[in-house]
């Protein structure tokens, strides 16, 4: 059905070594015009190392190891052919030439897993696991995408999937038999498991935030009005001078991000322009584009400067982000306080810490903050860290379609005399996005296997 693919497996450029993939019927018959010497009974996942020549003038491309695997055993479910060249840009594009002349043709992104899905390899949730895999930067974003791929999240769907097959034929041996007899439904036996599907189903769905953030890191904002010492704290967080410091207040205009790591989660922190009366245009316009990062941000640290004393301003900017999760930071502890703390706790009736940056100008001690940013950090991720979570919106979508027909369902269910075929409707859609997580079943002119796979690069 499929025609054998070829691709470069590894990224482009020079490197180490480089690897040539090709997967489908005729993969085996396509290297062995090309590789030399041909072992006489080759065996399958052996390493052979010899030449990849080119059949048409006989001359050698690169030495190389080949390794063979049978269809049923490999990462696609179909023959294969790992071609491990020289990572070199010209050598690897040449022997890619050669394949494609003998019949192998281009390999689409993410053709590789694809295919692995179809032929049942992988569900389609482990598929997407193999891409976070690829593209995690950071210890958590790794943890989570190797426990989806180990299939964490498939066994609960399909635990789900068997409650609610049971379900449904349970209602539809009940259709049958009260058009014959007029048997009596036992409610309570639907609404038990319906109730305990509405439990799982909210857990996954109230994992989504802490699976994000896990997987895709946490976006970190620095605000504050103007020359409280914000670009200062982000150089000192990254420990390297990045952002512009200076006393004339309006230097920041532009938004500064950097990536960093704390608590094992990827960050990306992000410096702005302070936020009050603008004195320029740029200034202004530095201001606006401010105000959009905050909206986008998982966490906000207001900075204060306490050897200035507090204002409508401030009341202002604590107002704009006080619905967002948000920590206060006092600079400046080097100079005159005119107030403490507790008093900005009270003003802006902060219940969270107030982390003081001591000597931020010089770098010395930021250990508050960092600390600061972990708990929060680890408040947001912790709880039932070793349970299944989702962190992908597709199945934030899906799951909240389910959560809809199981609330109709229950609804149903509860009547005196359910509607039976309206009740077996909506258990059957609850079946049908279960099965669209896992791949089992989904609408084809959606197009998803599309959208899951071009996320993948050429070659995976
Ligand atoms: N005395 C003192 N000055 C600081 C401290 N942190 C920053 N500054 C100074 O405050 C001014 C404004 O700092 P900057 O980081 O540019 O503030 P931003 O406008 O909030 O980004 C600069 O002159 C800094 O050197 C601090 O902890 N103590
Ligand atoms: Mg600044």
New binding site residues.
Partial sequence: MNETIAALSTPPGSGGIAIVRLSGLQAHVIVEQVFRPWPKSPDFFHLYLGYFYDPVTQRNIDQVLLTLMPSGRSYTGEAMAEIHCHGGAYNSKKILTLLFALGAAVAPPGEFTKRAYLNGRLDLTQAEAVASLINAESEAGLVAATAQLAGGLSDFINKMLTSISRLLAAVEVEIDLLAEEGVNYSQTEMLGPLAELGKQCHGLLDSYQRGRILQAGIKVV?A????????????ALLAEDR??????????RDVISAPLEIAGIKIELS?T??LGQPQAELEALGMARTERWLEQAGLILL?F?Q?RALNDFDDELYAKIKDKPHLLLL?????EPLFTEAQLQERFSYQGPVLR??????RTDITQVIDGIASFIKSQTAVFSDSVMISQQRHFDLLSKVSENLGRAVVLAAEAEPLLDMLAEELHQIRFHLLAITGQEHDASEGLLDIVFSQFCVGK
């Avoid at 600079?331 to 100079?335: A, E, P, R, S, T």
């Fill in positions: 620095l504050g009005r103007p020359n409280v010492g914000k670009s200062s704290l982000l150089n952002a512009l410091v200076s006393t004339i207040s309006g230097t920041t410096d322009a302070g900075v400067d050897s600079n400046k502890d080097d100079l940056c001591i000597g931020a100008r010089d």
